[in-house]
């Protein structure tokens, strides 16, 4: 557990109490974390785990100022740095890595799976039990046997006909269109910045989307589908390229959630890092030829890549397109209009010369980074229509799937 999870922790808490009486309750970005006598934190620490934070203002040059008004606690617990060696029930499993390749001048994502003889195999522990659950997945721990890194396993239990109704196929081509969003959203994000840098606005460069795997668990010979997968011996056929357990894998992180959009809801934004993500959707918008509106757009506290620092980590996130198509919450048509009508221009949106939002009379034809992903119901969606049966892509109509 992180500081930051204890401080979400608290405020749910108190938002159960004060939400009663107020409209809004309080959130991570209300809050800075301070020690005693209004003394700061020392730099990116908040994202640690309890012991190594302790560990590290300890071993602090201010240690006094830090630590000298906590009142040492006597137990027989013992510290843990990390993630380590799982301490919960987990399996044993190999996982096979899908090859991912963004293409430059577009965004556009192609997944190739290699065989197991070729390819990227780790060997790991998956727990048998669900470490987190939302509407649409259920996340469990991951921790490779080298012990380099923590990770999440995700894969969909909803996308639209109830609770546990996925199949294979579902399962496997929903997290496709999931990783495709993760790439094409930071092929927007880096676009977003490099036109604020050429304009000298002054956006918040601490967001980034988040790593994420394609992985299929390897069950050939004595190998069984894990626990976690809910799949049976009869459910894997070794010669079908659609069969097994489908995972999408993404390094463990904070549980304290940042919340900048819903499905269908674009709040107005305050504050520095608000305001970036509401101009950031507003540019991606206008930089898709009109083609895509994020949505649910949330971050977790963690590290920036490439050495940049602590930032927010962008994950989960949905898109609206003309046709409906990039995979779950996806509302089409109606999700652009809820868009266009609530975003509210703000700063960043003049600093960035971007124009004013209208209605416009969209291009049906969706745009070429997106019009391959398998349609999938919104979870949101309480009068979902019977799927028009005609328009089900398979697995091989999917450019790049092998």
């Keep these: 557990m992180t500081l930051l999870d204890v401080v979400n922790e608290c405020l749910e808490?108190?938002?159960?109490?004060?939400?009663?009486?107020?409209?809004?309750?309080?959130?991570?970005?209300?809050?800075?974390?301070?020690?005693?006598?209004?003394?700061?934190?020392?730099?990116?620490?908040?994202?640690?785990?309890?012991?190594?934070?302790?560990?590290?203002?300890?071993?602090?040059?201010?240690?006094e100022s830090y630590l000298a008004s906590i009142t040492p606690i006597h137990s027989t617990y013992t510290?843990?740095?990390?993630?380590?060696?799982?301490?919960?029930?987990?399996?044993?499993i190999r996982?096979?890595?899908?090859?991912?390749?963004?293409t430059e001048d577009s965004g556009e994502a192609e997944i190739i799976w290699p065989d197991s003889k070729s390819g990227k195999v780790v060997t790991g522990y998956l727990t048998n039990?669900?470490?987190?659950?939302?509407?649409?997945?259920?996340?469990?721990?991951?921790?490779?046997?080298?012990?380099?890194?923590?990770?999440?396993?995700?894969?969909h239990i909803d996308i639209g006909a109830g609770l546990n109704i996925v199949t294979i196929?579902?399962?496997?081509?929903?997290?496709?269109?999931?990783?495709?969003?993760?790439?094409?959203?930071?092929?927007?994000?880096d676009a977003f910045y490099q036109h604020a840098r050429n304009l000298g606005a002054s956006v918040s460069e601490e967001f980034a989307f988040s790593e994420a795997f394609l992985?299929?668990?390897?069950?050939?010979?004595?190998?069984?589908?894990?626990?976690?997968?809910?799949?049976?011996?009869?459910?894997?056929?070794?010669?079908?390229?659609?069969?097994?357990a489908y995972w999408m894998v993404e390094p463990c992180r904070s549980s304290a959630v940042n919340r900048?959009?819903?499905?269908?809801?674009?709040?107005?934004?305050?504050?520095?890092?608000?305001?970036?993500?509401?101009?950031?959707?507003?540019?991606?918008?206008?930089?898709?030829d009109h083609n895509v509106v994020l949505a649910d757009v949330q971050a977790t506290p963690g590290m920036l890549p490439n050495g940049q620092g602590a930032g927010q980590i962008l994950f989960d996130i949905m898109m609206h397109t003309p046709d409906g198509k990039s995979g779950v919450g996806d509302h089409g048509q109606e999700g652009i209009d809820i868009f266009l009508?609530?975003?509210?221009?703000?700063?960043?949106?003049?600093?960035?010369?971007?124009?004013?939002?209208?209605?416009?009379?969209l291009n049906r034809t969706h745009a070429a980074r997106l019009k391959s992903v398998e349609p999938a119901a919104s979870v949101d969606d309480e009068n979902n229509e019977e799927e028009d049966k005609e328009d089900v892509l398979e697995p091989d109509e999917l450019p790049g799937f092998n």
């Excluded at 509407?135 to 921790?143: C, D, G, I, L, N």
């Excluded at 050939?220 to 894990?226: Q, R, T, V």
Aim: net charge neutral; charged share 25%.
């Design 79 to 92: 510290h843990r740095s990390s993630f380590d060696t799982p301490i919960e029930k987990a399996t044993l």
């Design 260 to 288: 900048y959009s819903g499905t269908m809801n674009h709040p107005a934004a305050r504050g520095k890092m608000q305001l970036t993500i509401s101009a950031f959707e507003h540019f991606t918008f206008e930089h898709s």
């Design 215 to 244: 992985v299929q668990e390897i069950c050939e010979h004595a190998d069984k589908p894990s626990p976690a997968s809910g799949l049976f011996e009869s459910d894997v056929n070794i010669s079908s390229d659609d069969s097994g």
């Design 169 to 189: 196929a579902e399962n496997h081509l929903n997290l496709i269109a999931e990783l495709r969003r993760l790439k094409l959203g930071q092929w927007f994000l």
């Design 341 to 361: 009508e609530q975003h509210q221009c703000q700063q960043f949106c003049h600093e960035l010369q971007l124009g004013p939002l209208r209605i416009p009379r």
């Design 13 to 63: 808490s108190w938002n159960k109490g004060w939400e009663k009486k107020y409209s809004r309750g309080f959130e991570l970005s209300d809050c800075d974390i301070r020690f005693k006598g209004n003394i700061n934190i020392i730099r990116n620490t908040d994202s640690m785990t309890l012991g190594d934070f302790h560990d590290t203002h300890a071993q602090s040059s201010q240690r």
């Design 129 to 155: 039990n669900r470490f987190a659950q939302g509407k649409t997945k259920a996340v469990y721990k991951f921790t490779p046997s080298d012990g380099k890194g923590s990770y999440v396993a995700k894969r």
């Design 95 to 102: 996982l096979l890595y899908a090859c991912c390749n963004v």
